[in-house]
């Protein structure tokens, strides 16, 4: 009789290996990216290298001379936990406060738990966690967006969800309210205030079209 094999995730019951649905995950990343870039400039860009710069740093170094594993940097994953994380922040959020909440991702909630597959909890959701934890003013500041701007002007503004909110505790009228709230418009393409990869749903949507053609998602 044949004994039962047991391993630990990720298991992959396709022709693609870990790395391809990576790498394929990444490219699917690309529209929200270039929305968040057309609509709040450079700030976007460099929030976002630096956050996968500093993740794929942070697992090669904790792989490399605390677990003393071969580093697994190639496959990814670190850069889809750093671009995730940053795209769960305002653009205006300092760059160090980035790294500290990449360490945070790879290092407590990805690593600690055993790496790609074994961890309980998205690496980037922890870190944007501890960041709101951390820094809940930087993290609850948010940039106007204004298209094709390189560098926006330091204007602030809440979120679709915001306004409702404010509106409701102020004790306004749901018409009033919502003729403060973005057009549909607005929240579908972008051009509205928020987190770097939340703005577009149209971004993410052609996302998912890619991974559902990848047959990375089904």
């Known amino acids: ?3 039962i094999v047991i391993s630990g995730s990720p ?3 396709a022709e693609q290996d870990v790395r391809s649905i990576m790498w ?22 460099t929030l976002t290298v630096m956050a996968v710069a500093s993740c794929v740093v942070f697992e090669y170094l904790i792989q490399r001379f605390l677990l003393r594993q071969e580093p697994t940097v190639s496959d990814g994953s670190a850069v889809i936990t750093g671009i995730l994380l940053a795209f769960n922040v305002p653009s205006s959020l300092p ?21 790609l597959g074994k961890n309980p909890f998205n690496p980037a ?54 003729r ?3 057009s549909y ?3 579908f393409v972008g051009g509205i205030g928020g987190s770097l990869g939340e703005i577009s749903a149209l971004a993410l949507l052609l996302g998912g079209f890619y991974m559902l053609a990848r047959r990375i998602i089904t």
């Not at 490219?27 to 057309?38: D, E, F, G, R």
């Not at 790294?99 to 407590?108: D, F, K, R």
């Not at 993290?139 to 909110?165: C, E, F, R």
Request: without cysteine.
């Open 1 to 3: 009789m044949n004994g």
């Open 11 to 13: 298991h992959v019951h």
């Open 24 to 45: 394929g995950v990444v490219i699917s990343l690309i529209p929200a990216l270039l929305v968040s870039v057309y609509y709040f400039g450079i700030p976007a860009l």
């Open 95 to 115: 760059w160090w406060q980035m790294v500290i909440g990449s360490l945070v991702a790879i290092g407590i909630a990805k690593l600690a738990f055993g790496g």
């Open 125 to 178: 959701l922890v870190g944007r966690v501890f960041l709101l934890i951390s820094f809940p003013v930087d993290m609850t500041t948010w940039p106007q967006a204004q298209p094709l701007a390189l560098i926006p002007d330091a204007l602030t503004g809440p979120t679709a969800l915001g306004v409702l909110k404010e509106g409701l505790m102020r004790g306004e009228a749901m018409q009033e309210i919502m």
């Open 180 to 182: 403060k709230v973005p």
């Open 185 to 187: 418009q607005d929240l």
